[in-house]
């Protein structure tokens, strides 16, 4: 079965330095990736994602994430952080279920925490 | 504006009572995906509808249906409400697998 990962509960960061939002994946073919963020009260806003061709996949924000096949890793990257960066990130894979849907199976979230 | 519409955004309701949440999904999308979101339970996938059919059906229990109509809009029916169903609801829309989906905003559901 698909599954998604996300080992830390929260990442706390201090403003201007980088942070890594980890996530790692068991799928069964080759995996779509996806990251969003939900910010308080709101909904969840597309990142960034990875069907294919480079490694490292740039997104909105100044967000990337780079993909590892060997550690079947996808983790969510920002060179300098911000504090309006706080929020809930989510990583997600494509369900490759029998039925084929296109079903997003989502990891239970990391919030992160961006001190000034 | 995400181009998905969720409607209420925020409702309160008593135990044992039926709600139904609206969706309408960006256009030209013609998936449409139901997630309920707790707590303790992360985003749990519900049910998913393509052009009026069901696709896929989750974590859905029996008191909750949904539909999706001609006009692509959805929605999703609780009844026999508990207070365990207090949750954000949110509907999500998708062209095809290979773009994700795009989410509205939720509906707040309280039953007290």
């Known amino acids: 079965a698909q599954s998604v990962a996300q080992p830390e509960d929260q990442v706390n960061v201090a403003e201007g330095n980088p942070l890594t939002v980890k996530c790692t994946y068991s799928v069964s073919g080759n995996p779509y990736l996806f990251w969003y963020v939900q910010y308080p009260n709101r909904g969840l806003q597309f990142l960034l994602k990875?069907?294919?061709?480079?490694?490292l996949v740039k997104g909105s924000y100044g967000f990337e994430a780079e993909f590892n096949k060997s550690q079947t890793s996808f983790h969510l990257k920002k060179p300098s952080a911000l504090v309006s960066d706080s929020a809930l990130y989510f990583c997600?894979?494509?369900?490759?279920?029998?039925?084929?849907?296109?079903?997003?199976?989502f990891g239970q979230g990391t919030t992160l925490q961006v001190k000034p | 504006d995400s181009g998905v519409t969720q409607t209420p955004k925020h409702l309160i309701t008593a135990t044992g009572q039926r709600v139904t949440l609206r969706c309408s999904p960006r256009s030209g999308d013609l998936s449409v995906y139901w997630y309920q979101q707790s707590l303790d339970q992360g985003l749990q996938f519900l049910i998913q509808y393509y052009n009026g059919e069901e696709r896929a059906k989750g974590n859905i229990l029996e008191r909750f249906s949904a539909q999706q109509f001609p006009d692509l809009h959805s929605e999703l029916n609780l009844s026999s409400l508990e207070l365990g169903d207090s949750a954000l609801y949110f509907c999500?829309?998708?062209?095809?697998?290979?773009?994700?989906?795009?989410f509205g905003s939720g509906t707040r559901l309280t039953v007290v």
């Open positions: 990875y069907i294919t061709g480079d490694n």
């Open positions: 999500a829309s998708s062209a095809d697998e290979v773009h994700g989906y795009t």
């Open positions: 997600a894979v494509r369900d490759y279920g029998s039925s084929n849907t296109g079903k997003l199976i």
